[in-house]
């Protein structure tokens, strides 16, 4: 990390409205906490255009709102331009890790791009973030309670704390 810009990190899944605000949410507020507010810039994405324009998922705010995560994001897709522009794109599944290395430019933008479950420690039996969309409540929970664990990681990772 420099101390001239912002470290940029782009949360990718496939819909951009229940996954990726929630981590978008719960890593700012992480960085929030620990009193680096100025030197991160986070944002989210979604493979698919199907929900341009929306709040996150219903079900994903009223899961997250007991936690203290306030979920604002409009749903936007991935662009191009967001290979240049972030230093870190995370996906939350292989299925979006594989897509955004398919939309990549160049084996530099490639080498941008990891797996959220990589930095998932306190569930050994998740190597990813699965898709709520069609799961009831506890596949919402099990989203935000992977996600807290991975953020504070990945934070770490960013920070050189550990790894
Ligand atoms: P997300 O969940 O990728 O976590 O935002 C989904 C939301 C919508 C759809 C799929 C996944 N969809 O097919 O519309």
Redesign the pocket.
Known sequence: MTQHRKYSILFV????????PAAQAVLQRLVDERGLTERFYIDSA?I?S??IGDLP?KRMRVHARPRGYELTHRARQVKSGDFEDFDLIVG?DAANVDDLRYLAATIEQQDKVVMMGDYIRQYPNYDHVP???YEGSEGFELVLDLLEDACDNLLDRVLGFRY
């Open positions: 899944c496939l819909g951009n409205i229940c996954r990726s979604g698919g199907w929900h998922d939350m898709d709520p969309y």
